[in-house]
């Protein structure tokens, strides 16, 4: 999850309050600009007024925005903000956040560090770093982070939580099981600790306990989408496919930019042998996430198995685009380009996926095949 401050009237206040001195008086306060007889300077005072009530409007839209999903928009209200005052803090955080958001991770950490230069003890942002971070797959760094702003915020429920999750991609489940019981002691309600801790669940082969957890989540939020997407996961991997069908359309349903849902829910209707669907599913995930390399992998995978050679190509070369190291492209690619009578930019393809991994398989097989046949 996240971190954001949550009601810019909040902030508002604040900085009211910073400009009357103890005593009630304005004008003992040296930070407040108070000229009694002159008028100009009281029109400036209401001038300054006004243009904070501007940027808290500004960016209560770009609140409400964020949190309906509607990032676009989001960004353009928080961007007045910033031409405004690009030193207000819960704007930063909010910016980079939405940046995330639209995956641009390295836009979201240059805004959190923004933030830290004006103000290094905000754990929030040292959080949203850290979920940039993991997003980029520098997992130690992601966790570096994580501990800074546990660090400077100790009760922060939600770092606990994200910092489960970055032990997990690194194996370690002690460590991942003790934060998410931490952040659940902090925060008994915290979705996305129960969803995580059903993470880990699964990945030890729990299968009872992870449903649990994912069940625990909706009763505490039932519009709480990733849940129902893990769960959808679960009856995926047991054979389920309509429950699984079922469980990923509501994740869908109740979080429209949701492109990894969309994409499982592509792989269901793969697997039911429903390719239009399917085809429709990795689009409408590739709409929200343009450089989406599984999914153009696996919309290539679909066009190949029906005979359509040039989109199979054209989409495989998209993924290899999106992710110059996604093996399995690389090895399909070779393997429509020899259907396509192209053997010798196939041989090209099957050497790239072997000089990533010289121990692959199927492209040892397919080169080797290659070569038997001239």
């Known amino acids: 999850m996240l971190s954001l401050q949550s009601d810019p009237r909040q902030y508002q206040q604040q900085l009211l309050i910073s400009r009357v001195s103890h005593d009630g008086d304005p004008r003992n306060d040296s930070s407040f600009p108070f000229y009694a007889e002159s008028v100009l300077s009281s029109v400036n005072i209401k001038s300054d007024l006004s243009r904070e009530v501007d940027e808290d ?76 971070w993991k997003e980029k797959d520098n997992i130690d760094v992601a966790i570096r982070y994580y501990l800074i702003a546990i660090e400077l915020r100790p009760n922060f429920a939600d770092a606990w939580s994200n910092l489960a999750g970055a032990y997990m991609r690194k194996g370690r489940l002690s460590d991942a099981a003790q934060c998410c019981h931490q952040a659940l002691a902090l925060n008994p309600r915290l979705v996305d600790a129960h969803s995580n801790l059903g993470n880990l669940m699964k990945a030890q082969g729990l299968v009872q306990e992870a449903y649990n957890c994912y069940v625990e989540a909706l009763r505490i939020q039932p519009t709480f989408a990733v849940a129902w997407s893990n769960l959808a996961g679960l009856f ?18 109740l979080k429209p ?7 499982n829910l592509g792989n269901v209707y793969k697997a039911l042998r429903m390719p239009q669907e399917a085809i429709m599913c990795y689009q409408r995930a590739l709409l929200v996430r343009p450089d989406y390399a599984m999914a ?54 099957y050497r790239q996926c072997l000089s990533l991994q010289p121990n692959h398989p199927q492209a040892l097989t397919n080169l080797g095949n290659i070569y038997m046949e001239w």
């Open 57 to 132: 409007t500004l960016l209560t839209l770009a609140h409400q925005n964020y949190k309906a999903g509607n990032y676009k928009q989001a960004l353009e209200h928080s961007k007045a903000v910033y031409e405004r005052n690009p030193q207000r803090t819960d704007n930063l955080l909010l910016l980079g956040a939405i940046y995330y958001q639209l995956h641009d991770f390295d836009t979201c950490i240059a805004k959190n560090e923004e933030a830290l230069r004006v103000n290094p003890q905000f754990a929030e942002c040292y959080g949203n770093m850290a979920n940039a």
């Open 236 to 253: 995926m991997d047991a054979g389920d496919l309509n429950r699984a069908l079922q469980y990923y359309k509501e994740a869908v349903k």
């Open 257 to 263: 930019n949701f492109s990894d849902a969309y994409l």
């Open 296 to 349: 153009f992998g696996n919309l290539a995978t679909v066009y190949y198995e029906q005979g359509n050679l040039e989109m199979a190509m054209l989409n495989y070369r998209r993924a290899i685009t999106c992710d110059a190291g996604f093996l399995e492209a690389y090895n399909n690619l070779g393997n429509a380009l020899k259907d396509a009578g192209k053997v010798e930019e196939a041989i090209h393809y």
